[in-house]
């Protein structure tokens, strides 16, 4: 059977039982290998359309319901009360309230043990740089929280072992080398807030061609909840070793978005260090080159030790 559109869309948000973008409903299509009428270029634009039409003509009579703007996700109205709390419209004193400030300070500590592993990984050798969403244009920080990643990254195909011929064949070919990364970092993921944590790495790195939620400590009775989450929406889950930053471990992987979502680059460069960070990838890769003083500071094992024993060795 080939399903149409909204026959697809019901399906997959019933398989999942979370709220879904257009395209994490294409990707659980691809990766369950389910048959659809939809094709072209873009089909999860089609499926998008799609269910913006049918709530447009049948209004509280669809099937479906947006259930956030930005990303735009959406739900079925037969599960509208068991859906999880639309988390963009917290305000500031609901968020100091639910996350204490200790917890929020060692989570900015952690920026550094991060880069360093992203910098080295095989997998990921990309250049970072820390976004603050408090340099925003006309947002409550409720709505930054949850627009904005605490790192993104780049890499670029000057940084690999590609014979300079090979490169410009790529380019020839129009093969894009260069990676995007989003990254949320929590100090822990436990049972009391790991789907909420989930659901903030999912919001702010739509954008990305990768994104990673990201934390030092991880309950192992959330493991298996971790696991069908990232298979459901394509975000990788790494295990950040503080003590030792080189042993951290990617638990599972990101799923690979190979278009760039423009509109939401766009939104995103309203805040100053966003907008920052896409000029000068802009720069590097016209002319070859990532200057360090651009990105996020590697630091030294020596000074990653004093961090660690500062602020996370609970024995000192």
Same mark, same amino acid.
């Given at each position: 059977m080939a399903y149409t559109g909204k026959q697809l869309s019901k399906k997959v948000l019933e398989a999942t039982g979370h709220p879904m973008t257009s395209e994490e409903i294409w990707k659980y299509k691809l990766d369950n290998d389910l048959d659809t009428s939809v094709a072209g270029k873009t089909p999860w634009r089609t499926l998008q359309a799609q269910i913006y039409v049918d709530i447009k003509e049948k209004d509280d009579n669809s099937e479906f319901y947006q259930y956030s703007k930005k990303p735009v996700r959406f739900f079925l109205t037969a599960r509208r009360k068991s859906a999880p709390v639309i988390q963009e419209e917290l305000t500031e004193e609901t968020i100091e309230n639910k996350r204490?400030?200790? @917890? #929020?300070? #060692?989570e900015i500590k952690m920026h550094p043990f991060l880069v360093s592993f992203l910098s080295n990984d095989p997998h990921f050798r990309c250049h970072c740089k820390t976004i603050d969403a408090s340099k925003s244009e006309k947002r409550s920080l409720g709505a930054n929280k949850w627009r904005y990643p605490d790192i993104v990254g780049v890499h670029y195909p000057f940084d690999d072992d590609y014979d300079p011929a090979v490169r410009s064949l790529f380019m020839r070919l129009e093969q894009n080398l260069i990676k995007l990364f989003s990254f949320e970092i929590k100090? *822990?993921?436990?049972?009391? #807030?790991?789907? =909420? !944590?989930?659901?903030? /790495?999912?919001?702010? !790195? !739509?954008? /990305? #061609? *990768?994104?990673?939620? &990201? /934390?030092? &400590? @991880?309950? =192992?009775? &959330?493991m298996d909840e971790l696991r069908s989450l990232s298979r459901s929406f394509g975000i990788g889950v790494i295990h950040l070793d503080l003590e030792n930053p080189a042993q951290s471990e990617i638990l599972f992987p990101s799923g690979y978005r190979e278009y760039i979502d423009e509109d939401a680059v766009n939104v995103l460069s309203e805040n100053a260090d966003f907008k920052k960070f896409v000029i000068q990838v802009d720069k590097d890769s016209e002319y070859g080159e990532a200057p360090k003083n651009k990105y996020d500071e590697e630091l030294s094992e020596e000074e990653l030790s004093e961090i660690y024993l500062k602020f996370f060795n609970c024995k000192n």
């Open positions: 204490p400030k200790e @917890i #929020n300070r #060692n100090q *822990e993921l436990r049972t009391g #807030n790991v789907r =909420e !944590s989930f659901f903030q /790495a999912i919001s702010n !790195s !739509s954008w /990305a #061609n *990768e994104g990673y939620l &990201v /934390a030092s &400590v @991880i309950s =192992e009775d &959330v």
